[in-house]
T-cell receptor
Framework: AQTVTQSQPEMSVQEAETVTLSCTYD???????LFWYKQPPSRQMILVIR??????QNATENRFSVNFQKAAKSFSLKISDSQLGDTAMYFC???????????????FGKGTKLTVNP | DTAVSQTPKYLVTQMGNDKSIKCEQN?????MYWYKQDSKKFLKIMFS???????INETVPNRFSPKSPDKAHLNLHINSLELGDSAVYFC??????????FGSGTQLSVL
């Protein structure tokens, strides 16, 4: 069974600074996806960034980037130029790659509560 | 237009009651899911349906019964509600497995 671990229950950062959220996972699969989801106080689950395991290049989305270390099973999220609107819970998640039609499940970490201070 | 809509957004009820949460998606997706977020914010899958067929059924009590009348709808019925069922329930849908669209959640409070 896959597990996802986020070792930082809470973090804070000053506005405009950079912060890195940690995530490690355990799997015997070779093909999979990794995700970071953001959940602001509004409760909506928002996909921040996605990484395919077969891609060596780290995914980036504007101010958000990941450091994907497949051998170490590590998938950290870096937020640059932090903004007040980045205040939220951040969840790291894992999903196996399907080999045929059907569906797969997201396995989530316990989340990191990020607060951006003015 | 809301892509994945859940009703109601809030549900307060007494122990022992039966309640339903409805979910509809207008994205034309084949797969729909129910996830539960507990009081500690931990998210875990409950069910998934693909083309109205149950694909994933995690270790969920029999009191929880999903129903998919068509591809666009996946409802969750809960019998004999217990205090521990209090949580936020998220519906989601996807066309491809790696891109889920979540609804805004239903906060269930059992008193």
């Amino acid at each position: 069974a896959q597990t996802v671990t986020q070792s930082q229950p809470e973090m804070s950062v000053q506005e405009a600074e950079t912060v890195t959220l940690s995530c490690t996972y355990d799997t015997s699969e070779n093909n999979y996806y990794l995700f970071w989801y953001k959940q602001p106080p509004s409760r909506q689950m928002i996909l921040v960034i996605r990484q395919e395991a077969y891609k060596q290049q780290n995914a980036t989305e504007n101010r958000f980037s990941v450091n994907f270390q497949k051998a170490a099973k590590s998938f950290s999220l870096k937020i640059s130029d932090s903004q007040l609107g980045d205040t939220a819970m951040y969840f790291c998640a894992f999903m196996r790659t399907l080999t045929q039609g059907g569906s797969e499940k997201l396995v989530f970490g316990k989340g990191t509560k990020l607060t951006v201070n003015p | 237009d809301t892509a994945v809509s859940q009703t109601p957004k809030y549900l307060v009820t007494q122990m022992g009651n039966d309640k339903s949460i409805k979910c509809e998606q207008n994205l034309g997706h084949d797969t729909m899911y129910w996830y539960k977020q507990d009081s500690k914010k931990f998210l875990k899958i409950m069910f998934s349906y693909n083309n109205k067929e149950l694909i994933i059924n995690e270790t969920v009590p029999n009191r929880f019964s999903p129903k998919s009348p068509d591809k666009a709808h996946l409802n969750l019925h809960i019998n004999s509600l217990e205090l521990g069922d209090s949580a936020v329930y998220f519906c989601a849908s996807s066309r491809t497995v790696e891109k889920l669209f979540f609804g805004s959640g239903t906060q269930l409070s059992v008193l």
